[in-house]
């Protein structure tokens, strides 16, 4: 079973996307935790590790990426969560794409994403165990 | 050391990474993951378990977050299972329960887990036992279990806890009728939330009535108790009435049977899979099960008769059946 957390870091108020994702890879048979809006880095990466997720999908609209998900990658590193993907949706310019990429994000799911693409995404890559 | 050692070790020392990892295995029901649960089970028995439940929309979630709340307060560790249901159709789930945790589930002392239902019936997870074996042996002082929204047949809860909390609101209309006949009875404290809304006392006349009908004759008469758990109303008056049913248990030499009747529960649970296990092995073998069949459509075999052939069949195929 693949088990994904879909987080909203920050402080915009925006999950219609989240909870579209979140929906599509419930309908996609995975198991989805959402926790919400205006989480920290510390409280999201917290729950990724007590849930014991295989992926952490993360939204941002608020424009806040630069600093969020640095700050998200270090606590993942640092409780050595290293196998976990994470995805990163929401708006992000095209510009910050490579930096998303090298502070350790897998890949960018800009709007008007086919949510079958991510699905896909997720199952090339995670090991669907049991 | 093997890995098993190392995990066991690790979740005794209550490390939240080895707590998660441990609580993934036997989640996936592995062979690892029961030997884990081996090795854990010596070490369990201390926490008091505490089980929610009540119908959707009652405030369950809040209800745990609060009482999360006051219970560290109080200077004790809390362990948190809760479940959601999983999709019949896809096996997906949306496990929600953590959006109206936030507050409690950030401290060290707290450690929550959402479970899926995964098929299984009766309100928790096939996990959820060995799931409360792991956070038991990690030291949790307190291990509350938060059911799927549950009507009348969602009781499994009762085997499992030592303590069960049915919550219900005002409002709801016809909420006692509709639980009467099931969750109503396995109620050791029952938890009118949203009291400051009318009607609340109401609901909690209609409880009183309904336990005064028939529970005369039982030692432990259920108190009510009314809470906001949206503020944190009534939770003081909630760890009282834990701790006040804890005591009685304990003084009437409840617990002890209550352990015997977990494991016991464990052993069907245990059965069930094997039964079902031994069923997939026999429709495999398509000779076997289709002269089964025509057997029983035939009118030459009843059902219990196919289903003894199948068992003994199983016992001849032992280890593949029985792993």
Known sequence: MIRVLVAKPGLDGHDRGAKVIARALRDAGMEVVYTGLHQTPEQIVDAALQEDVDVLALSILSGAHPTLVPRIMDLVRENKMDNMLVLLGGIIPDDDVDSMIAAGISRVFGPGTDTQDIVDYIRERVADDD | ?323
């Open chain 2, 1 to 323: 050391m093997t890995e098993i050692q190392d995990l066991v070790e690790g979740i005794g020392q209550g490390e939240k990474r080895a707590v998660a990892r441990g609580l993934t295995w036997i989640e996936r029901d592995s062979e690892k993951g029961k030997q884990l649960v081996r090795a854990l089970f010596p070490m369990a028995g201390k926490a008091h378990i505490v089980g929610i439940t009540g119908a959707p929309g009652v405030g369950k979630s809040t209800l745990v977050n609060r009482l999360t709340l006051a219970l560290r307060n109080h200077g004790y560790r809390v362990g948190i299972l809760a479940v959601d249901p999983s999709s019949p159709f896809t096996g997906g789930a949306i496990l929600g329960d953590r959006i109206r945790m936030q507050e409690s589930v950030m401290d060290q002392g707290v450690f929550m887990r959402s479970l899926a239902s995964r098929g299984h019936l009766g309100g928790l997870s096939r996990a959820t036992f060995g799931a409360v074996t792991l956070l038991d042996a990690a030291g949790f002082d307190y291990i509350l279990i938060e059911t799927v929204g549950a009507g009348q047949s969602e009781v499994e809860i009762m085997q499992l806890a030592h303590s069960t909390m049915v919550v219900l609101a005002p409002g709801l209309g016809d909420d006692i009728q509709a639980i009467k006949a099931g969750i109503l009875e396995i109620g050791q404290i029952f938890v009118v939330n949203k009291a400051d809304r009318d009607g609340a006392d109401h609901t909690a006349r209609a409880i009183r009535g309904m336990l005064t009908l028939g529970m005369q004759h039982l030692e432990w008469f259920p108190p009510i108790i009314k809470t906001v758990a949206e503020n944190g109303e009534g939770m003081d008056d909630l760890i009282a009435a834990i701790a006040k049913h804890r005591e009685f248990l304990q003084e009437s030499g409840r617990l002890d049977s209550i352990r015997e009747g977990q494991t016991r529960h464990l052993i069907e649970l245990a059965l069930q899979d094997w039964s079902l296990r031994a069923m997939r092995l026999a429709e495999q073998d398509e000779t076997f099960w289709t002269a089964l069949r025509e057997a029983v459509a035939h009118g030459q075999a009843d059902a219990a008769d196919a289903a003894r052939k199948i068992v003994e069949s199983a016992q001849r195929g032992g280890a593949t059946v029985g792993s």
